[in-house]
């Protein structure tokens, strides 16, 4: 239990995009050319991370292209933003501010990549450019909200770290975490990159809000359960320790029940989908009724894209140290 984190089954396939090494491959040169990779290690490290496979797991659909800009953003994601933050930088809420203000900004049109001496800074802005082109406005407005959102959740976190802030109950820290991760954010997107737009009058419903939140439970926990030799050492919020401490059982209880909780979600999931989306999908017209089945793809593939990702990635082997070269992507980014 300890190797393999939280366990669940699931009744759908992994599917995995077609153009999975031409993204590997773009990724890498996209990467290098931000100077968010240094020598041969840090690619390798990009490679064993399995990050093109996130993204060809979460948007089996995809075009070439946008395959390629999901496996940059991917890159991005992770050691030049996520690791960072696991890191001094995120001990220090107002330079975490700083950054995700200069971030929120350029969502938002406010500001553009020349004034920002980041790397990190300047590369989202290359990329959000991309990941939102030829969006339509209802879905653009969406994404930049769950986005901003994702960003806002790291100046929360860093704020926690400072404070000691621990949660107590697991559904008050679901809520935070459904933002750390970007769920909705990454959701969003599936409905560009290879899905099909939910309707706006239709993606506020009760069912879909509960669909997203379960999906993003699930990632939730399998996450955190794996990533735990790396956060045993930093700290901060994880699903497995709060179970520890809420329980006052041992490590190896706290995964059977983290377990337990996921497959409960999965379970509700699928039966949620049977019972309220179908009588949903008999309310609307076919169109509608294709994008609604389409959103659950999408929840779909990001479970289970999740789990197959986390089995195979080296990323949570042990606890990862910063390496030198990458200690200033972040610096002078509210600049």
């Not at 953003?73 to 200069?102: H, I, K, S």
């Not at 309707?199 to 997203?212: A, F, G, I, N």
Request: proline letters at 4%; a negative charge.
């Amino acid at each position: 239990m300890t190797r393999t984190g939280a366990v669940f089954t699931t009744p759908w396939p992994l599917r995995i995009n077609p153009h999975l090494d031409q993204a590997r491959d773009s990724a890498l040169d996209w990467m290098r050319r931000f100077g968010l990779l240094d020598g041969e290690q840090a690619a390798q490290d990009f490679v064993d991370w399995r990050l093109a496979e996130v993204a060809a797991f979460f948007y089996p659909h995809a075009s070439a292209e946008d395959c390629c800009t999901a496996a940059q953003m991917m890159g991005w994601y992770f050691l030049p933003f996520d690791d960072q933050l696991d890191g001094e930088a995120g001990r220090d809420p107002r330079t975490v501010a700083a950054v995700c203000n200069a971030l929120i900004g350029i969502m938002h049109g406010a500001t553009g990549p020349q004034p920002h001496a980041a790397p990190t800074v300047r590369a989202f802005a290359d990329l959000w450019s991309r990941m939102v082109r030829g969006m339509s406005l209802p879905l653009r407005t969406r994404v930049a909200f769950n986005w901003a959102s994702y960003f806002s959740s790291q100046v929360t976190e860093a704020m926690d770290r400072t404070t000691g802030f621990a949660y107590r109950d697991l559904a008050d820290y679901f809520s935070l975490r459904a933002a750390t991760t970007c769920a909705f954010g990454q959701n969003d997107l599936g409905e560009k990159w290879g899905g099909t737009e939910v309707p706006p009058e239709l993606w506020h419903h009760p069912v879909l809000q509960r669909m997203r939140q379960l999906g993003a439970d699930v990632v939730a926990l399998r996450n955190d359960s794996m990533s735990l030799r790396h956060e045993d050492v930093t700290g901060g919020h994880n699903a497995i320790h709060l179970i520890q401490r809420s329980r006052g059982c041992t490590r190896q209880e706290a995964l059977v029940e983290a377990s337990r909780h996921a497959q409960q979600k999965v379970d509700e999931l699928v039966e949620l989908e049977e019972r309220a989306l179908s009588r949903l999908l008999r309310a609307v017209d076919e169109s509608r009724r294709a994008a609604l089945r389409g959103y659950a793809d999408i929840i779909h593939d990001w479970i289970r894209g999740d789990y197959e990702w986390e089995r195979i990635t080296t990323r949570h082997d042990e606890h990862r140290v910063m390496p030198d070269w990458a200690s200033g992507l972040l610096v002078s980014a509210g600049s």
